[in-house]
């Protein structure tokens, strides 16, 4: 049963939504109510270890959705995007991460990862600068809510400094002075999530899927153009505390 329901919601080319088939499968599994829209349970009702671990499997649950809701929003972009990500990765470009705060966090994951491929990542703040805008280049900016003054504002200095500048954006759907500043933009679906978050604090459902979405991205923009694991391997760094080493030097 659990298979099957995994295999009709990968296939699923909607928005979840209850009523819903999966309601049922849900209903039988936990209390009645547990998983389902509606009002997120207040402080006190985390009293024992049971309720709280109904609570993280809720949020869990609700952020899927919302991740699938997305993909299946934004379908189009994301593929624009994927192939935008490639460009990335052939070309070796220049590509800037901008966001403030969690987003930004959240968008320097799969900037990481980006980094294995041979992109060249540089991210806000970093103790590595910034390069100036008349090297071109591209952006990824990532804002949960797309109304995040600071980031708005590197979007448009870079558009009106150097034009050529690309940008791909991921923010909440309705965040329209963002997507216009974007090449490609990612619009976030939130509004039709089936599962309500309990454990839900200020934007953390956009930057989980900021995070999620675009490192899956990348992972497929790579495997499009054959990256094996041996190259993701030889991409990350070695001279540091982190893996993973290559095979041969973890036999020594």
Sequence with gaps: MEDDIVRRLVASQRKLVFPD???????????????HAGQPHQGQGFADAATVASAI???????????????????????????????WINEQEIVRVVGAGRALLAAAIPAN????????????????????SIRGGSILAASASGKTAPVLSIMATAKKRNPKIRILGIADAGARQFADLC??????????????????????TGEYIISELLDAMVVAAAKRLGFTDQQFREG???LGDTGPYLPEEAAR
């Design 21 to 35: 088939p999966l309601d049922v499968y849900l209903s039988d599994r936990a209390e009645e109510g547990s998983l």
């Design 57 to 87: 499997k809720a949020r869990a649950y609700s952020i899927g959705f919302a991740i699938h809701n997305t993909i299946v929003s934004s379908e189009s972009a994301i593929w624009d995007a994927i192939l935008e990500i490639e460009r």
């Design 113 to 132: 990862r980006l980094a294995h491929t041979g992109a060249r990542i540089y991210v806000l703040h970093d103790v590595v600068p910034l390069p100036n």
């Design 183 to 204: 090449d490609i933009f990612v619009g976030i679906d939130q509004t039709t999530n089936p599962v309500a978050n309990p454990l839900s604090a200020l934007a953390d």
């Design 236 to 238: 990350h760094e070695d």
